[in-house]
């Protein structure tokens, strides 16, 4: 179990916009540690989405924010595409555990 | 342009060590701020850290796993190298080596993997 949790899937029609959370705690994205999200495509190596957690690395769509708040994070994704379906995951470092940590995956479907 | 590469044994027996190679290029394991980390994913799981060697020779490990790991420098000055020790099927996974960064004025907590290899499969079987 993910000390830092995400719903299991989410789901939404093209165009439409959707939110995935990351709940963590006051021993990660409460510390104010950077929370970063990955996108992994079926069959595929994750892929950086967003880094520090509200940025994003050249080449990532404007469709893609993120945002922090107190322990949570969450990342938005605008304007969903086919090839948006996916899982994505947040990572931060807990400095309880010393160490990084994964959310435990969101499987994203675009109906 | 940074590029990695993993590679070891696909195939490795319960109780034995396994031994994985991260062969990179576009940049230099020594250059302030940059990390070479290593994240593995059991099939059809979630993705899980395991290790980080940074630009200094720090190293971090997995908790869970920090008995059983070691990240090293390799032989070449071009490769990382990470070993697990006492293998149990629950280790058979993809793992992913990656390059790291660390945000501009910030400290060694706050690094990000911006560039990541294929994936090497490791069954542990008998």
Same mark, same amino acid.
């Given at each position: 179990?993910?000390? !830092?949790?995400?719903?299991?899937?989410?789901?939404?029609?093209?165009?439409?916009?959707?939110?995935?959370?990351?709940?963590?705690?006051?021993?990660?994205?409460?510390?104010?540690?950077?929370?970063?999200?990955?996108?992994? !495509?079926?069959?595929?190596?994750?892929? !950086? !989405?967003?880094?520090?957690?509200?940025?994003?690395?050249?080449?990532?769509?404007?469709?893609?924010?993120?945002?922090?708040?107190?322990?949570?994070?969450?990342?938005?994704?605008?304007?969903?595409?086919?090839?948006?379906?996916?899982?994505?995951?947040?990572?931060?470092?807990?400095?309880?555990?010393?160490?990084?940590?994964?959310?435990?995956?969101?499987?994203?479907?675009?109906? | +342009?940074?590029?990695?590469?993993?590679?070891?044994?696909?195939?490795?027996?319960?109780? +034995?060590?396994?031994?994985?190679?991260?062969?990179?290029?576009?940049?230099?394991?020594?250059?302030?701020?940059?990390?070479?980390?290593?994240?593995? +994913?059991?099939?059809?799981?979630?993705?899980?850290?395991?290790?980080?060697?940074?630009?200094?020779?720090?190293?971090?490990?997995?908790?869970?796993?920090?008995?059983?790991?070691?990240?090293?420098?390799?032989? =070449?000055?071009? +490769?990382?190298?990470?070993?697990?020790?006492?293998?149990?099927?629950?280790?058979?996974?993809?793992?992913?080596?990656?390059? =790291?960064?660390?945000?501009?004025?910030?400290?060694?907590?706050?690094?990000?993997?911006?560039?990541?290899?294929?994936?090497?499969? /490791?069954? /542990? =079987? =008998?």
């Amino acid at each position: 179990q993910s000390v !830092l949790t995400q719903p299991p899937s989410v789901s939404g029609a093209p165009g439409q916009k959707i939110t995935i959370s990351c709940t963590g705690s006051s021993s990660n994205i409460g510390t104010n540690f950077d929370v970063h999200w990955f996108q992994q !495509l079926p069959g595929t190596a994750p892929k !950086l !989405l967003i880094f520090g957690d509200n940025n994003r690395p050249s080449g990532v769509p404007d469709r893609f924010s993120a945002s922090k708040s107190g322990s949570s994070a969450s990342l938005a994704i605008s304007g969903l595409q086919a090839d948006d379906e996916a899982d994505y995951y947040c990572h931060s470092y807990d400095n309880s555990l010393g160490g990084w940590l994964f959310g435990g995956g969101t499987e994203l479907t675009v109906l | +342009q940074i590029t990695l590469k993993e590679s070891g044994p696909t195939l490795v027996k319960p109780t +034995q060590t396994l031994t994985l190679t991260c062969a990179f290029s576009g940049f230099s394991i020594t250059d302030d701020g940059v990390g070479v980390g290593w994240i593995r +994913q059991p099939p059809g799981k979630a993705l899980e850290w395991l290790a980080l060697l940074y630009w200094d020779g720090d190293k971090r490990y997995s908790p869970s796993l920090n008995t059983r790991l070691n990240i090293t420098r390799g032989t =070449s000055k071009n +490769q990382v190298v990470l070993t697990l020790t006492n293998l149990d099927p629950v280790d058979t996974a993809t793992y992913y080596c990656s390059h =790291s960064r660390r945000r501009p004025g910030y400290n060694l907590y706050y690094y990000y993997m911006d560039v990541w290899g294929k994936g090497t499969t /490791v069954t /542990v =079987s =008998s």
